[in-house]
């Protein structure tokens, strides 16, 4: 079972309803959690970045230490009206709404094991992260300034089962394509006109979607445009992603796509705009790391051996190791995240809020 105090923290959280921009009610509750345990906190300026209703809640514990433990404050989805299953094995929902356990299951671990560290007088110089908008634009860590002191950490954020950790991700180039035809009345003079859905249908053809080896995937996610049957529609919009391990090859394969489309539209005299933007970047771990260093040590006296994993989903730590922070993203075991079928196992949690414990209470040895 669950450790009684875990899972008052945990009810606590999940029956926030906090979603991306709206976490303000999550960063009370931390502010009071830990000014109860004789520790200020500070709340930075990253509404500014997330047009939200807070920023960032940041807690030095003994000045801050060289090293940091994060989870994020909000939702994808509503959990307003949760109603939580204890089951034999693990914690879900009644189906009716996501059980908010990404990333609830980061943050109840962290504050638990703050409370206990601090109960059993083994706390060491950290700092603690609470961020803003990880769902939606990483807008909290990628405002997130941290001291020059702080040389890595630790983001309680993946689905994967402790102690398996998040070592290597994919970058992510969002991007937008504009096609423009001509109008003309569809049903008099359809010579006149170019239609920009034939144009756009034509061009995605050429698309590559899905899996594209190892570290690449592409998807066209949506697509917008047209007024009414009887007039041929002279623009079209569609958004899409490729997500690559490498920032050159995914610029090259979004650089090919581009061409292809451009071609279509020259031989339907059309036109087209475009933007792109790397929504994230890559990142490694690798062994020799001092945040791999560190989680290995923390398992193995906890009997457990660190198991390194690849993942296509970005996080926070994307965003600090973009800033030169190496930052690895830990299993909270949040199992299904995002869907009304979410849970945790106690088993994952109890790790998970034992690793938190660990990384608090030890020093990374030179």
């Not at 402790?162 to 009345?185: D, I, K, M, N, R």
Request: net charge negative.
């Amino acid at each position: 079972m669950i450790d009684e105090r875990l899972k008052q923290i945990f009810d606590d959280l999940t029956s926030i309803d906090a979603t991306s921009g709206n976490e303000a009610p999550v960063a009370e509750y931390i502010r009071k959690f830990v000014q109860k345990l004789g520790i200020d906190c500070e709340i930075d300026g990253a509404a500014s970045l997330s047009g939200g209703n807070s920023g960032n809640v940041i807690v030095k514990v003994r000045g801050g230490g060289n090293h940091f433990l994060a989870a994020h404050m909000d939702t994808p989805r509503s959990t307003k009206g949760l109603v939580r299953r204890y089951l034999e094995d693990r914690i879900t929902s009644d189906g009716t709404t996501p059980l908010g356990v990404d990333d609830r299951g980061g943050l109840s671990s962290i504050l638990y094991a703050l409370e206990k560290a601090i109960a059993n007088g083994k706390i060491q110089p950290c700092t603690l992260l609470f961020t803003v908008c990880e769902e939606t634009t990483l807008a909290g860590s990628t405002f997130y300034t941290p001291t020059p002191e702080i040389k890595y950490g630790f983001i309680f954020d993946s689905y994967m089962s402790p102690p398996a950790f998040v070592s290597e991700t994919c970058g992510l180039l969002e991007f937008g394509v504009t096609f423009y035809g001509q109008s003309s009345h569809a049903g008099i003079a359809p010579e006149r006109g170019v239609s920009a859905i034939q144009v756009a249908s034509e061009a995605i053809t050429k698309f590559p979607y899905g899996k594209l080896g190892d570290k690449d995937t592409g998807n066209i996610g949506v697509i917008k445009g047209g007024s009414a049957t009887n007039v041929v529609c002279d623009r079209v919009e569609i958004l899409g992603e490729i997500r690559s391990g490498n920032l050159e090859e995914g610029e090259k394969r979004f650089k090919k796509i581009i061409e292809e489309f451009e071609a279509v539209c020259v031989k339907h005299g059309a036109s087209m705009e475009y933007h792109s933007a790397w929504d994230f970047t890559p990142y490694y771990i690798h062994s020799q790391d001092e945040p791999y260093k560190h989680l290995e040590a923390v398992t193995k006296s906890l009997g457990m051996k660190p198991l390194p994993m690849k993942s296509m989903g970005g996080s926070d730590a994307n965003a600090m190791n973009k800033k030169g922070i190496k930052t690895i993203n830990i299993g909270v075991g949040a199992q299904n995240p995002h869907g009304n079928d979410e849970f945790i196992l106690y088993e994952d949690f109890t790790k998970a809020s034992q690793i938190a414990y660990g990384l608090m209470t030890t020093i990374l040895e030179d």
